[in-house]
């Protein structure tokens, strides 16, 4: 039983509003100053990354993800990553699309519903999903902005089913991969 919410929770348990502060956050490019005008001072509000210290779930810079079935699975490694280390903010971002669907329906927000899951996860599940790889070869491209992730994709020293991890759709929007299902 617990391992079937564990899988509603998990493939439908994040809210939009993390993924939203993100965007609304950065500032716009006519906003910042050019390269030629910028100084070396740095900022006296130190980065999100360094108040987290944590990897970004973001690309790096203004470059966009690959939009390849290895950018999907990088993208979906760091989200088991996340999820092992229990990284709220990483696993809330990479999922923000099935959570607002999610949240849509009543589950309520990212955080409050993974703080759940997360209790629900073993501490060898854990250990396994910090290091979790994906096998390419189980990888279906379904079209080139849409990849499914099946749970016999997921290579690590646990074992995981369907009924504990689940299958994940991740889909290219706005310059990265995405969970939507």
């Known amino acids: 039983m617990a391992a079937s919410a564990c899988v509603?929770?998990?493939a439908c348990g994040c809210g939009p509003d993390k993924a939203k502060d993100d965007t609304d956050a950065k500032p716009s490019k006519s906003s910042q100053p050019s390269t030629?005008?910028?100084t070396e001072v740095p900022?006296?509000?130190p980065s999100a990354s360094a108040?987290?210290?944590k990897p970004s779930a973001k690309p790096t810079g203004d470059q966009p993800a690959p939009r390849t079935k290895q950018g999907a699975i990088q993208r979906y490694e760091q989200y088991l990553h996340a999820l092992g280390r229990e990284d709220i903010d990483t696993v809330c971002e990479v999922a923000a699309p099935a959570a607002k669907k999610a949240q849509d329906e009543g589950v309520g927000?990212?955080?409050s519903t993974y703080a759940t899951v997360f209790k629900m996860i073993s501490p060898a599940q854990?250990?396994?999903l910090k290091t979790a790889t994906v096998d390419p070869q189980r990888v279906a491209v379904r079209t080139p902005d849409k990849?499914?992730?099946p749970v016999a994709a997921v290579k690590s020293s646990a074992t995981f089913t369907e009924s504990?991890?689940?299958n994940y759709t991740l889909e290219y929007l706005k310059n990265n991969w995405y969970i939507t299902d």
């Open 8 to 10: 509603t929770l998990v």
């Open 36 to 38: 030629s005008t910028r």
């Open 43 to 45: 900022s006296a509000t």
């Open 51 to 53: 108040r987290t210290k």
């Open 109 to 111: 927000p990212c955080t």
């Open 126 to 128: 854990k250990n396994a």
């Open 147 to 149: 990849i499914e992730m």
């Open 164 to 166: 504990d991890l689940g």
